[in-house]
């Protein structure tokens, strides 16, 4: 899988123009497009018709454009993939994803609507068996018919289904996003922490921000263009992980470093697996100065 940056990630209601059309200039990394939860039942079929539209007119520049399906097993899903194959996003989002056989039924739809592997899937996690199923769902990556790159926590969903209390901090939420956290890193996968629903809240969001990235995810997933510009800090590379970063390389690159497998850093000790980290880091800040640029 490519390595990017997925440190922001707006929901724009498929059923609005003018909002999929301010999403050219915002300065985020990815525009989900979105046909489900966003958009009333008797305004499934024009927002199809509206977000083909946006899409066939691009002009999006280095956004990854995902699309946010209905349901496979509701009344648009099918429909919702038979119309994106005009068009081929970067990516479908699959909702209520909740095990393997929901994986590889939508790739199969995919591929049987004329979809190109190019085109990838993301599965929302946002439903108790999902949670149960996290493993397993995310080793669906390791077949290439599979088309997952990105695991998306649905936290709303995942209340709504479990009663659970939205309250600061997420305690009763951290063994659920940590165990999507290492299904993602155990198979590859990128993942993106869930909405924070309060867009007047700018201190409750930079918190939730440095709680996701803290756990390991890649970025987060938004409401409003207002949480861009915290969202994208919060996720990209600091300065001083980037300076460390390159002083780690260049040590394991000297000469008498090279079979090496454990060296000193400026007094702390470093594996040959923080260099790994450490080309990880430089990759999504090299791709994150070209986006400023």
């Not at 009333?40 to 956004?63: I, N, Q, W």
């Not at 198979?187 to 007047?200: C, E, P, R, S, T």
């Not at 594996?271 to 990759?283: G, K, P, V, Y």
Request: a negative charge; glycine letters at 8%; proline letters at 5%.
């Amino acid at each position: 899988m490519t390595i990017r940056p997925r440190r922001s990630a707006l929901y724009m209601p498929g059923s609005n123009v003018r909002a999929m059309e301010k999403a050219r200039i915002l300065p985020v990394d990815c525009v989900i497009l979105d046909l489900e939860d966003a958009v009333a039942p008797d305004r499934k079929e024009a927002a199809r018709s509206a977000v083909v539209d946006t899409l066939r007119h691009g002009s999006f520049g280095s956004r990854e454009l995902v699309v946010r399906i209905n349901a496979l097993d509701g009344a648009w899903g099918r429909d919702d993939i038979a119309a994106l194959a005009k068009v081929a996003p970067d990516a479908l989002l699959l909702p209520k994803a909740s095990s393997p056989g929901d994986i590889m039924l939508c790739a199969k739809r995919m591929r049987d609507a004329g979809i190109g592997e190019g085109v990838r899937l993301w599965a929302m996690m946002e439903t108790p068996n999902a949670i149960l199923n996290a493993d397993s769902l995310a080793r669906t990556a390791l077949d290439p018919a599979s088309r997952l790159d990105v695991l998306v926590m649905g936290t709303n969903d995942l209340a709504k289904e479990t009663r659970a209390r939205l309250i600061p901090g997420r305690a009763n939420m951290i063994p659920w996003l940590s165990t999507c956290v290492l299904a993602a890193r155990a198979h590859g996968l990128d993942l993106l922490d869930g909405v924070f629903g309060d867009i007047n809240n700018g201190e409750g969001l930079l918190s939730e921000c440095r709680q996701g990235a803290d756990m390991g995810f890649d970025g987060k997933t938004l409401i409003h263009p207002s949480q861009i510009d915290i969202c994208n800090e919060v996720f990209s590379p600091s300065e001083a992980e980037v300076a460390w970063s390159r002083k780690v390389i260049a040590a394991f690159d000297l000469p008498e470093n090279q079979g090496r497998g454990v060296i000193a850093v400026d007094g702390r000790m470093v594996e040959r697996l923080h260099a790994e980290m450490a080309r990880r880091t430089l990759t999504i800040a090299d791709a994150v100065a070209k986006l400023a640029a």
